[in-house]
């Protein structure tokens, strides 16, 4: 794909992708990981939860209660004992009713496949009007579920690219949803895999305490590097793995 820079930094925005792209395997977009109801209601529950406590909860609330009519109708308490794992079950559980309610006042039923044929612009103003809805999740939902060309920027992505330069050091992320939105391709192919890769770089590489950064393929033109490291010298970028080695652990999900 032939690419006309705007800055430095959507060329940086978009080395980082090509190079990612090749140091872990790249994603397609035919199979998606979870429903629509599941991928929302799944990722209220992932705030500042990990991915197995977010699951064990999402399992005891379905376990507990059965179907969505039935989480709507549960005390809320009782609710919030079931996803008791994740961080904030006393907020989460009135605000995933609230939802469940809203969907189903406005669509006679818990589904979200109308969203398929809905504009991405009235799908994300519509998914992020709800109670703890906010970019990243609706973002999810549309570009995982329904192939629509936006981008979920969570901590890791959000924290590389102000580390790499792609946007400025104090960028917010939904400033930074916006900022790499308009830096790359409106192609849900390389949205998702942007998504994914940098999403893994800062789980498994990239880390908030101390970047393992003699491992990593940005190095070249990260602002992080320089600043600690000085310019990365020929002989540190010879010694770069080309790939992700599966001797280093699994990827996350
Ligand atoms: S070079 Fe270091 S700080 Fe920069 S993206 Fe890579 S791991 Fe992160």
Same mark, same amino acid.
């Given at each position: 794909m032939s690419i006309t820079y705007n800055s430095p930094a959507a060329e940086k925005t978009w080395q980082?992708? #090509? !190079? $990612?792209?090749? @140091?872990?395997? =790249?994603?397609?977009?035919?199979?998606?990981?979870?429903?629509?109801?599941?991928?929302?209601?799944?990722?209220?529950?992932?705030?500042?939860?990990?991915?197995?406590?977010?699951?064990?909860?999402?399992?005891?609330?379905?376990?507990?209660?059965?179907d969505w009519a039935r989480v709507l109708a549960a005390p809320t308490a009782a609710l919030a004992h079931a996803i008791r794992t994740t961080r904030w079950p006393d907020t989460q559980a009135p605000r995933i009713q609230e939802i469940l309610r809203r969907i189903q006042a406005e669509r006679g039923e818990f589904a979200l496949d109308f969203l398929a044929d809905?504009?991405?612009?009235?799908?994300?103003?519509?998914?992020?009007?709800?109670?703890?809805?906010?970019?990243?999740?609706?973002?999810? #939902? !549309? $570009?995982?579920? @329904?192939?629509? =060309?936006?981008?979920?920027?969570?901590?890791?992505?959000?924290?590389?690219?102000?580390?790499?330069?792609?946007?400025?050091?104090?960028?917010?992320?939904?400033?930074?949803?916006?900022?790499?939105?308009?830096?790359?391709?409106?192609?849900?192919?390389?949205?998702?895999?942007?998504?994914?890769?940098?999403?893994?770089?800062?789980?498994?590489?990239?880390?908030?305490?101390?970047?393992d950064c003699a491992r990593c393929p940005l190095k070249g033109f990260c602002n992080y590097y320089l600043e600690h490291y000085g310019p990365a010298t020929p002989e540190a970028l010879a010694a770069t793995p080309a790939h992700w080695d599966t001797a280093w652990g699994t990827l996350p999900h």
């Open positions: 980082d992708h #090509v !190079l $990612l792209n090749q @140091f872990y395997p =790249p994603l397609t977009l035919d199979n998606p990981r979870r429903s629509p109801m599941r991928e929302l209601i799944s990722t209220v529950l992932s705030h500042r939860t990990t991915h197995a406590d977010e699951e064990l909860a999402y399992d005891r609330m379905l376990e507990a209660f059965g809905w504009p991405t612009e009235k799908g994300m103003a519509w998914l992020n009007d709800m109670p703890g809805i906010g970019l990243k999740t609706a973002s999810l #939902v !549309l $570009l995982f579920n @329904f192939q629509k =060309p936006v981008l979920p920027v969570d901590t890791h992505v959000h924290r590389i690219a102000q580390r790499v330069g792609m946007i400025g050091p104090k960028a917010s992320a939904d400033k930074a949803h916006q900022v790499l939105l308009e830096q790359l391709p409106k192609d849900p192919l390389v949205l998702l895999n942007f998504h994914k890769h940098n999403y893994w770089h800062g789980q498994k590489i990239c880390f908030f305490a101390k970047p």
